[in-house]
């Protein structure tokens, strides 16, 4: 009878859904295109103790297919992207996954539409800051980047203007905009940035 019972054992185990006793950190680096947001985030899985997950944005443009898609149509499917991106990454945090998150909330919608899907308590918000002429000579020298596009997010990624920590990077190297980072995680004062952001938001009917 013990030998019959082992395989309706293995069955209850392999049909359960493991536990998450917490959600995970995320460490959301907001900064507009060519911030060296990829660096910092980089420099910071060196750094971080324990297990860590990057996550950019621009990973998830990368998987697309298909046709070509018309200028008419670009910012809805830019736009559906995002949204699909910030459900990856509520899922992901609510797995217990800590996460390094690499993404500019150059629109209005994508910091509410986080607020609210990620735990606040749980969410570093890091301004990733550059001057404009350095971010428009770091995209001239790349050339991967659509001339103009930081210029085009230069006011929009900060305009909520409250974050949990800032760095420059045009004075800190992305080693060191990380070690700051990390320097400040275990003594990050509470309420978090988008606690206070989650509160203070405008009502929407």
Request: some cysteine; charged content about 25%.
């Amino acid at each position: 009878m013990a030998s019959e019972a082992v395989p309706e054992i293995a069955d209850a185990l392999h049909a359960r859904i493991p536990d998450t006793p917490a959600g995970g950190t995320v460490i959301l680096l907001n900064g507009t295109s060519s911030s060296g947001k990829t660096s910092i985030a980089r420099a910071l899985l060196d750094r971080l103790d324990g297990t860590w997950f990057h996550m950019p944005v621009d990973a998830f443009h990368a998987l697309r297919g298909g046709q070509e898609i018309a200028d008419d149509d670009l910012q809805a499917e830019i736009d559906r992207t995002a949204k699909g991106f910030h459900r990856a990454v509520a899922g992901m945090a609510a797995g217990g996954n800590n996460l390094v998150v690499d993404y500019p909330l150059s629109r209005r919608w994508r910091l509410l539409d986080l607020l609210d899907l990620l735990v606040p308590e749980d969410t570093v918000l890091v301004a990733v800051r550059c001057p404009l002429p350095e971010l428009n000579r770091r995209e001239a020298e790349r050339g991967d980047r659509s001339p103009g596009l930081a210029a085009l997010q230069y006011a929009q990624v900060h305009a909520h203007g409250l974050h949990d920590i800032d760095v420059d990077t045009s004075v800190r190297t992305p080693s060191e905009c990380a070690r700051h980072i990390h320097e400040f995680l275990p003594h990050r004062p509470r309420p978090t940035a988008f606690e206070t952001l989650r509160r203070t938001r405008p009502r929407q009917d």
